[in-house]
């Protein structure tokens, strides 16, 4: 069940079944209150942790250890560097535990695409889009400037915007988008 391609398994309903249900809950308590409670997460991360233990072995849980560090890997250095929040990355991990490394990668790109979608129409909604798009621009000329030797690491931080400077919107709306997104997308991929 927790196979290397696409190809060798069916859409498991459980699992997606736990992500769409967790990643809807998130949604919802997110956009109300700003936060990804840990009641969620972790329930959510120690049952697919469990799920992939119980019905692959010490393969399925290496699977979904795997998926848990890359999926949430983003979004731990958006909450240390950038004021991201926390309950994004617990979720973002859980998510990968159940869904396993393929379809958890998968989901990870279809969520940063709904997440800059978001950001967009949040930014514009607000009247911040000019805003934003400047902060984007600082942030890329921050990233690339080491690259083209026109400065170092240390001038990065001066250029980019401090989480107090930047746009906060409930980002589990974007989670739960790429969550449907990634599933709707499944048969269509060549893999």
């Not at 617990?90 to 490394?101: D, R």
């Not at 400047?134 to 980019?160: E, K, T």
Request: charged share 10%; with cysteine.
């Amino acid at each position: 069940m927790w196979a290397t391609t696409l190809h060798d398994q069916a859409v498991p309903a459980l699992q997606w079944g736990a992500v769409i249900s967790g990643s809807l809950v998130a949604a919802a308590l997110d956009a109300r209150s700003r936060r990804i409670p840990n009641w969620l997460t972790g329930g959510l991360l120690a049952a697919g942790l469990l799920n992939a233990g119980l019905t692959a072995g010490a393969v399925g849980l290496a699977d979904a250890g795997a998926a848990m560090f890359v999926l949430a890997l983003p979004y731990v250095i958006l909450f240390a560097c950038a004021g991201g929040g926390a309950g994004d990355a617990k979720l973002m991990g859980a998510i990968g535990a159940w869904l396993g490394l393929v379809q958890g990668t998968l989901v990870l790109c279809t969520v940063c695409l709904a997440g800059i979608v978001l950001a967009l129409v949040w930014a514009a909604a607000g009247r911040r889009l000019s805003q934003v798009l400047s902060h984007v621009g600082l942030v890329a000329r921050g990233a690339a400037l080491p690259f083209f030797g026109a400065g170092s690491l240390r001038d990065v931080p001066s250029l980019i915007p401090t989480p107090e400077e930047c746009q906060k919107m409930p980002y589990g709306l974007a989670i739960c988008s790429g969550v449907l997104i990634g599933l709707a997308a499944l048969p269509f991929l060549p893999l």
